[in-house]
């Protein structure tokens, strides 16, 4: 499956701002796919990511999870042993809303990988959170089940597969 945003922007042209959304310019890329695509998994937590082993844990074919780590910068949602075990299950990649750590170890793992930074310390771990309900962060709200398509351009959200 290839695809360019900009590409996908122009051609489904009346339908942004309604089905297919745009997500505010703010991630940094990471991982070794530079673009990526599938079907949305939320989860909505705060400095702890115990939900995120849970989810990378499942079968992720065709899947991206979308985490709303509320934007912190204090500690990593996401390192290199949470990115293999989600590029073993299958997953397509990660939008976090957060930051991430091992940030070289990851870019040498076959996933792709949306971050608003990186930081060296890892989360709590208490198992707080809720997984499977809309998000909403960077002008967008992320319904579990929509689509999201990544790659250098930016991140768009749609409610139908593009591809």
Sequence with gaps: MSFKTPDLCDEFENELGHGLRVVTPMF????????????IVTLKLFEDNSLVREAFGENGTGKVLVIDGGGSLRCALVGDQLAILANKNGWEGVVVYGCIRDSGDINGIDIG????????QKSIKKGV?????????GGVTF????WLYADED??????RSLT
């Design 28 to 39: 940094k890329r990471y991982g070794g796919r530079a673009a990526f695509s599938g079907q």
């Design 113 to 120: 990988v949306r971050a608003l930074d990186t930081h060296p």
């Design 129 to 137: 959170g809720d997984k499977n309900i809309a998000v909403t962060f």
């Design 143 to 146: 319904q579990p089940g929509e």
């Design 154 to 159: 930016g991140v768009l959200v749609s409610a």
